[in-house]
């Protein structure tokens, strides 16, 4: 059986520079890596997975809220690996869906481990409980030299750190990738 792995970082941790490079690293040597992107935000055009400093390609899927993944789909064969972008979007039950995947193919997923109020994301929390790997894609604070554990959320210049955590999509206008230290004294 293949791995699902979770990649985790902040905003800015290159988590989706690092899932299109190995995309196209499966490309140059003739595999095929399948793109999955939960649709949320659209921020990019749907199905665009884009990174912050340029690189952009088109997901094989946008995935929507409800819709499951059959792993026992003809699709999966010839898939070398599936990746996974913005993976906090996912249901739990996608998550599972992808678990069972791991029977065709890898799952590499890319995402955010928690929410501006320091908690989990229903896909980040389903992730750290099946994955066989969890790894950190690590960056520093925007304020100090520390490590970034939290993406701060601005409104009008002021951190907000409670709330209902709706899935509010943004960049750099409305969140910050800081260490908790930093995050805990705004």
Same mark, same amino acid.
């Given at each position: 059986?293949?791995?699902? +792995? ?11 520079? %690092?899932?299109? +490079?190995?995309?196209? %690293?499966?490309?140059? =040597? ?12 659209? =921020?990019?055009?749907?199905?665009? *997975?884009?990174? =912050?400093?340029?690189?952009? =390609? ?11 993944? $059959? ?9 070398? &690996? *599936?990746?996974? /972008? ?8 996608? *998550? $599972? ?21 320091? %908690? ?11 994955? /066989? ?17 939290? %993406?701060?959320?601005? *409104? ?11 899935? $509010? ?9 800081? &260490?908790?230290? &930093?995050?805990?004294?705004?």
């Amino acid at each position: 059986m293949h791995k699902l +792995v979770f990649r985790y970082g902040t905003m800015n941790s290159s988590k989706t520079m %690092n899932l299109l +490079v190995m995309a196209h %690293n499966y490309h140059q =040597r003739g595999k095929r890596a399948f793109v999955i992107q939960p649709r949320v935000g659209d =921020r990019n055009g749907v199905g665009i *997975v884009e990174s =912050r400093i340029g690189i952009e =390609r088109k997901a094989d899927l946008s995935l929507t809220q409800g819709q499951r993944l $059959d792993a026992t789909s003809s699709k999966w064969g010839g898939v070398d &690996c *599936v990746l996974v /972008d913005e993976a906090q979007f996912l249901t739990p039950f996608q *998550v $599972d869906d992808l678990r069972r995947i791991t029977l065709q193919a890898p799952v590499i997923c890319y995402g955010l481990r928690t929410d501006y109020t320091s %908690n989990l994301f229903p896909g980040s929390k389903r992730l750290m409980e099946l994955a /066989d790997r969890i790894e950190e894609v690590k960056t520093v604070c925007a304020f100090c030299t520390r490590k970034t554990t939290i %993406n701060m959320k601005c *409104v009008d210049g002021k951190a907000i750190k409670s709330g209902d955590a709706i899935i $509010d999509v943004g960049r750099e206008d409305k969140y910050i990738a800081t &260490c908790w230290k &930093c995050w805990d004294e705004r």
